[in-house]
Each structure stands twice: as structure tokens, then as C-alpha cells.
């Protein structure tokens, strides 16, 4: 659920955690998930389908994209510039961004654009799930892309975990050293909160992560990782 406190701003639950209050209504549950589908799908796949003007870092005008999704669904009729605002920041990952009255996808493409991220203050160890038949390979290999315009890497191991689940029920969690990466030459960039990115990483930096004291068993929103 989405509301809003008015001296805390938007948040994700029944009351607001900071003091307590119901706050104002501003999305269910099956809203809010249903609209973070559209938007994930929207900003990193298919602009075009909804007619939207996308610029060369994947930022697309916040008023086209709420006129859009009204005009394609008539039960989005009561949708308005500050719900969308209000998913975005409460976003728990960071999968998106509002700037300068216009909103894009941080992470997760399938079409070209430049998103012009920072690369500074990279964790000197990332992480990168995969399944157990394609383990040997990865380390083998390298990562490279696949279905996305990037790879991928995890803050922790859990955020990890809980990616690779989208595809697997037993991910294998792989340790990127991403400080060697990065003297080598490679470069990874900070999108969302828990998500990093880059073109390949080889062999060299790639080794089987160790699991951690106490991993976390969160699956929410994985549809929309």
C-alpha cells in the first residue's frame, strides 16, 4: 500500500513507520504492484508501445507518460504526477529516477541508451547469481550480457540470492572483485540502491562466493528485478 504522511512524505505501508500515522491513501497493494509492471516494462523495453519520446539517457517527460497511460487504460484515469513521484522514492531498490520533471528506468534495459552513471565509490566486492548448470561456464567465460544491455552486479549476497531467484530456486552466488576489475580497466557504474553496472566482466575476477552467517529470504517484487 502507498500513502502519504504530510510531515514525512510517501511511504509503503498501513501507517507511517516514523510517527505512527495513517497518512493519506494513495495506492493499494494490487495498484502499486500493478503500476511498477508498467513502468519497469515502459521505461526499460517498449517506450514506443505507449508512444513516448525517450531521450539519450532514457528519460521520458513524467506528463507524457501519466497522459499516456491514461489514454491506454481507462481504470488509470485517477493517476497523477505525485503517484508516480511517490513510487519512486519509496522504491526500495531505486529501480527509478525523477529529475527535472521527467522519470526513467536506473537499471534493467533492453534498448540502447546512455545512462550516464556514477562510478565512484564502487564496493570493492560485488556479487552476480547464477544457476547451478551454468556455474562453470561463467567462471570459465566471464560475464557478458545477455537478455539486457548490461550485467547486472548485486551489493550483498543476499540482494544476489534474491535476484537469481527470479530464475532459479538454488542460485549459485558468484563474487565479483570488482577493485581488480577496475584497475584493470573496467568500468562499473552505481545505479538504484543494491544494483551496479557494467559491459563484461572476465574470468580473472570471477570466484564462487562463500554464504554468509544469515541469509536473508527476501523475494519481494522480484517480477520487477
Same mark, same amino acid.
Given at each position: 500500500? =502507498? &500513502?502519504e504522511c504530510r510531515?514525512?512524505g510517501?511511504f509503503?505501508?498501513e /501507517?507511517?513507520? =516514523?510517527?505512527?500515522q495513517?497518512?493519506?491513501f494513495?495506492m493499494?497493494s494490487?495498484?502499486l504492484? *500493478?503500476?511498477?509492471?508498467t513502468?519497469a516494462?515502459t521505461? &526499460?523495453?517498449?517506450?514506443?508501445?505507449?508512444d513516448l519520446e525517450m531521450d539519450?539517457? !532514457?528519460?521520458?517527460?513524467l506528463?507524457?507518460? /501519466?497522459?499516456?497511460?491514461?489514454?491506454?487504460?481507462? *481504470?488509470?484515469?485517477w =493517476?497523477r504526477?505525485?503517484h508516480?513521484i511517490?513510487?519512486?522514492e519509496?522504491?526500495?531498490?531505486g529501480r527509478?529516477? $525523477?529529475?527535472?520533471g %521527467?522519470? *526513467? #528506468?536506473? $537499471?534493467g534495459h533492453? @534498448?540502447?541508451?546512455?545512462?550516464d552513471?556514477?562510478?565512484?565509490?564502487?564496493?570493492?566486492?560485488l556479487? $552476480?547469481?547464477?544457476?547451478p548448470?551454468?556455474v562453470? /561456464?561463467v567462471?570459465?567465460?566471464?560475464?557478458?550480457p545477455s537478455?539486457?544491455?548490461k550485467?547486472?552486479?548485486?551489493?550483498?549476497y543476499n540482494? #544476489?540470492?534474491? #535476484?537469481?531467484?527470479?530464475r532459479? +530456486?538454488?542460485p549459485v552466488?558468484?563474487e @565479483?572483485d570488482?577493485? !581488480?576489475a577496475?584497475s584493470? !580497466?573496467?568500468?562499473?557504474q552505481?545505479a !538504484? %540502491?543494491?544494483v551496479y553496472?557494467?559491459?563484461e566482466?572476465?574470468p580473472a575476477?570471477i570466484h564462487?562466493?562463500?554464504p554468509?552467517?544469515? @541469509? #536473508?529470504?527476501d523475494?519481494?517484487n =522480484?517480477p +520487477?528485478?
Open positions: 500500500m =502507498l &500513502r510531515d514525512h510517501y509503503r505501508d /501507517i507511517c513507520p =516514523l510517527c505512527g495513517e497518512g493519506k494513495l493499494s494490487e495498484e504492484d *500493478r503500476m511498477g509492471r513502468m516494462g521505461l &526499460r523495453h517498449f517506450p514506443d508501445k505507449f539519450d539517457h !532514457g528519460f521520458v517527460d506528463r507524457d507518460f /501519466i497522459s499516456s497511460m491514461q489514454n491506454k487504460y481507462y *481504470r488509470l484515469k =493517476l504526477p505525485h508516480i511517490a513510487i519512486i519509496t522504491d526500495p531498490k527509478y529516477e $525523477y529529475r527535472d %521527467k522519470i *526513467r #528506468a536506473t $537499471y533492453s @534498448i540502447d541508451i546512455d545512462l552513471l556514477p562510478t565512484k565509490g564502487i564496493p570493492d566486492i556479487y $552476480y547469481p547464477t544457476t548448470e551454468e562453470d /561456464i567462471i570459465e567465460t566471464g560475464l557478458r537478455d539486457r544491455k550485467v547486472h552486479l548485486s551489493k550483498t540482494d #544476489a540470492m534474491n #535476484a537469481g531467484r527470479v532459479t +530456486q538454488d552466488i558468484l @565479483i570488482t577493485k !581488480g577496475q584493470d !580497466g573496467i568500468v562499473i552505481r !538504484g %540502491k543494491t553496472l557494467t559491459d566482466v572476465p575476477f564462487k562466493a562463500e554468509p552467517d544469515n @541469509i #536473508a529470504d523475494e519481494t =522480484l +520487477q528485478e
